[in-house]
Structures are given as structure tokens and as C-alpha cells.
């Protein structure tokens, strides 16, 4: 960021970084606002014609295609939940799938990051920003600079307080999808950083940071859906305390995760018990958060 001569380009870039949920000036967090930058040089920051569940529908469908089969609404609790198979992907927070597959502390030291707050709009017209860019973008970052930004970070993350000037994150997806909402009509969110857990509300200060940037934002709101930390976490049991990243994201943990081990994801092959045994090698799955292979039936 220091390289950045401009003003405009450091905050343009804070906002890049702010993404991480994590102070400005973390341990190579640098490199994930590149990363931002890169995709949005190379292709924009795409919406899903339809909305995101349109993934989820093409995934499945494919998934189906290929002799498979989804089953929803049931809540995994233990592995014996499961039907045999040689090996099982969990796309579960670490701590969910130590508590699954019975493997005791095995992950005790994984950290969760801070919340979001996030606020779903439905407004009888555009979002009526003042910068003429942001009316076309489909994502618009909001901080007026990089001190602002990194206060509300620092504030979220180190402080145990909610920002006063939050830093937002917005997606006007009907600007660029008219499916998304009737003619004229636009659907909006955003979401600023809270911290971990935090169950206040932060309408007001995210409305007093669109009104700075969009003057007349208010009368444009037809209806919201407001959901912190712990409604978060109740849709979605791998957002621990409202952490969309499903962990924090400093320290060698950004590296290494979810254990800071030469494997990390390697996982124990049995579950626990009272005697403590040594974990052994299973199968590695980079694109999951925990992967953990059952033991044949029978086997000690
Ligand atoms: C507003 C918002 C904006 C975001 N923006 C970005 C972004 O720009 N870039 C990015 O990378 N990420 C972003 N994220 C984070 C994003 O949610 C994750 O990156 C993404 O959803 C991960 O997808 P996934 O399929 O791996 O896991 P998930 O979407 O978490 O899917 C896992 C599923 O497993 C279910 N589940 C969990 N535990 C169990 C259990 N025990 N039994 C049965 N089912 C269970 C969950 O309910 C969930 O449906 C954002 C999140 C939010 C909320």
C-alpha cells in the first residue's frame, strides 16, 4: 500500500484488503488485496445472472447428471450420521467437523475472526450515489479513505467495538441483472465488520455511511432485511460469530490452515478418546475445509 502515491489508489487498494476482516498492515494480508485486484482487472467482479443460488441450482443439476444425489435440511451431528463411504468432504468450519468426527481438541487453537453486519434492500429505485462511476459498478467499496477504513477495521477486529464509520461492502447486482428486480425497482446490500458475536444493530451507522456517499439513500428504501453475527451463524453454523471467512485470517493461520503444521489439512484418522492418539495422514482436499477419511468397518 505504501507504494501507492496517491490518496485515491491507497484507499482504492484499503478497501481491496478490507476484504480480509483484518487490521490494515496484517501479515501479508497485502497479497489478498492483489489477488482483488488482479480478478477485477481480468474480468470484473461478476454477479450470477439470476442471483448466487443459480450456482447452487447449476452445481446440483450436475451433480445429478452425473448419478448423484443432494439431500438438504438434515444437520450432520456425528459421522454415524452418514452412510458408509470410503472417504467424507466436509465443507464445515474446523471446529464443526472435530465435533462430528469425534476428534476431541484436535483443532482447539483455530481462531474465528471477526462478524458482519449485513443489510438486504429492496429500493424503489437506483442507489443514488454522488460519483457517477458507482452507479454502473456492480460492487462499490465505501470508505472515504485509508485512515477511515483501518479505524473501523482496527475497531471490529482489536477493539471489541462496532465502527462508527463502518467500512462497507455493496452489491447493487440489478444494476447489471434487471432479472433481479421489477422494472425500475433495485435490489442492494451491504455489510460492514462487527465484532465477533456482536448482537447490537448497525442499520444507522451503515445508513449514515451510504447517506455520506448517496444523499437521499433513505428515501429510496422500500424494505430491509437486517441479520448480525447471530442470525448469521443460525442460517449458516460455518459462520462462527457472524465470520463470513469461517476463520481469522492472521498470523500463520492465513498461511496455514487450519493448522499451523507442515500438513495442515491432515486430519486424525479415528475419533478420540481418553487416551490421546497420534494423528496419521488422510486424505489432503484443498478446495474443503476439513476432510476425514472412516474407517472400514471391522478395523481396529
Ligand atoms: C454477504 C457475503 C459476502 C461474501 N463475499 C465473499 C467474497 O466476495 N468472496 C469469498 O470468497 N467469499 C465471500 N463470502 C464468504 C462465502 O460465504 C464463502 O466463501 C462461500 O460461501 C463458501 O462456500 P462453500 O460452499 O465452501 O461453503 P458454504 O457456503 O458455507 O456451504 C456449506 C453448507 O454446509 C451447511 N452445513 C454446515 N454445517 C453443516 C452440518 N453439520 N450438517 C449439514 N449441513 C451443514 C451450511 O448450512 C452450508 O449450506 C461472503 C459471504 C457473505 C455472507
Avoid at 60 to 87: I, N
Avoid at 126 to 149: F, H, L, N
Wanted: glycine share 10%; with cysteine.
Amino acid at each position: 500500500m505504501r507504494r501507492f502515491r496517491d490518496e485515491p489508489a491507497r484507499t482504492l487498494f484499503a478497501g481491496l484488503v478490507a476484504h480480509v476482516m483484518a487490521p490494515l498492515g496484517g501479515f501479508a494480508t497485502g497479497a489478498i488485496g492483489l489477488v482483488f485486484a488482479l480478478a477485477a482487472h481480468a474480468r470484473g467482479w461478476p454477479v450470477a445472472r439470476g442471483g448466487s443460488q443459480s450456482i447452487s441450482d447449476a452445481l446440483a443439476a450436475h451433480l445429478l447428471d452425473l448419478g448423484g444425489s443432494v439431500h438438504t435440511d438434515y444437520e450432520v451431528k456425528r459421522l454415524d450420521d452418514l452412510p458408509p463411504a470410503r472417504a467424507y468432504v466436509f465443507d464445515t468450519s474446523p471446529t464443526a467437523l472435530a465435533r462430528i468426527a469425534g476428534f476431541g481438541d484436535h483443532y482447539a487453537g483455530y481462531r474465528y475472526g471477526p462478524g458482519v453486519f449485513k443489510i438486504d434492500y429492496a429500493l424503489d429505485g437506483p442507489v443514488p450515489w454522488t460519483a457517477k462511476e458507482a452507479r454502473a459498478a456492480g460492487t462499490v467499496q465505501i470508505g472515504a479513505d485509508r485512515a477511515e477504513i483501518g479505524r473501523a477495521l482496527r475497531a471490529a477486529s482489536r477493539e471489541g467495538r462496532a465502527p462508527d464509520k463502518p467500512f462497507l461492502i455493496t452489491v447493487q447486482p440489478s444494476v447489471v441483472d434487471p432479472t433481479r428486480a421489477p422494472a425500475g425497482k433495485h435490489v442492494f446490500w451491504a455489510y460492514g465488520h462487527v465484532p465477533h458475536g456482536w448482537t447490537g444493530d448497525l442499520t444507522d451507522a451503515v445508513e449514515r455511511q451510504l447517506e455520506r456517499f448517496a444523499p437521499g439513500f433513505r428515501d429510496r428504501v422500500l424494505a430491509r432485511a437486517t441479520a448480525g453475527p447471530p442470525e448469521l451463524a443460525a442460517r449458516n453454523a460455518n459462520y462462527v460469530g457472524g465470520d463470513i471467512a469461517s476463520g481469522a485470517v492472521s498470523g500463520l493461520q492465513l498461511l496455514l490452515r487450519p493448522k499451523p503444521t507442515l500438513f495442515p489439512y491432515t486430519t486424525p484418522t479415528r475419533p478420540s478418546s481418553s487416551a490421546p492418539r497420534r494423528p496419521r495422514r488422510a486424505p489432503v482436499c484443498t478446495a474443503c475445509r476439513g476432510t476425514t477419511r472412516r474407517r472400514p468397518s471391522g478395523s481396529d
